[in-house]
């Protein structure tokens, strides 16, 4: 079955700094993987998608991951973080070639310093 | 940009008693979810719906549980007689198609509280 595990918790950077968020996940086959982002009072929304075309792929606000089958990994980066990227963020798997039903990792809430 | 919208943002309720959680999905969107976080624990799947069918429900969705699309616009989650363990933020999504590869547009939540 499939199972996603996000590394960190929480994690704190410093404005203008790199992020990463871990994400790896345990699947027979390439799945479909996301990760959505979650401002507070906010809705979960989707920051990118990795569909089995171009393992870099590129989301919103300066956002990208990259899927790499070997190491069964989709990290989240970006070079630098903004105020505004304090958020809990969610890495989410779908079932090998079926749709509905999504697994969330735990979530990890960036923390941002000025 | 079209959303989905959740009513209310957050319910208290007593023990036992029925609840309904409402739900406003984008419009054009035929498939229809329900996901609920309790604190501290991981999003989790409760049931997916689809032409006025559950299509999928998860071990969590036992007989307290219904939901409905009572008119073209609304989806609702009802729980029937409350338990202090359904205290929890409770999600609504929606997509336009059910593979793998359809995003599914998640609503705010509305975090219940059961006394």
């Known amino acids: 079955a499939q199972s996603v595990t996000q590394l960190d918790s929480h994690v704190s950077v410093s404005e203008g700094t790199p992020v990463l968020l871990r994400c790896n996940y345990s699947s027979s086959y390439s799945p479909s993987l996301f990760w959505y982002v979650q401002h507070p009072n906010k809705g979960l929304q989707l920051l990118l998608k990795y569909t089995s075309a171009a393992t870099l792929v590129k989301g919103i606000n300066g956002f990208e991951a990259e899927f790499k089958k070997s190491e069964t990994s989709f990290h989240l980066t970006k070079p630098s973080a903004h105020m505004s990227d304090a958020a809990e963020y969610f890495c989410v798997v779908t079932r090998y070639n079926q749709g509905g039903k999504l697994i969330f990792g735990q979530g990890t809430e960036l923390s941002v310093k000025p | 940009e079209p959303e989905v919208t959740q009513t209310p943002s957050h319910q208290v309720t007593q023990m036992g008693q029925e609840v309904i959680l409402r739900c406003v999905p984008i419009s054009n969107h035929l498939y229809f979810y329900w996901y609920r976080q309790i604190l501290g624990q991981k999003v989790e799947f409760l049931v997916s719906f689809y032409n006025n069918e559950i299509s999928e429900k998860s071990e969590i969705f036992d007989d307290q549980f219904s939901v409905e699309r009572p008119d073209g616009s609304n989806f609702t989650l009802k729980i029937r007689s409350t338990k202090l363990e359904d205290s929890a933020m409770y999600f609504c999504?929606?997509?336009?198609?059910?593979?793998?590869?359809?995003?599914?547009?998640f609503g705010p939540g509305t975090r219940l509280t059961v006394l």
């Open positions: 999504a929606s997509s336009d198609g059910d593979s793998r590869t359809d995003t599914q547009y």
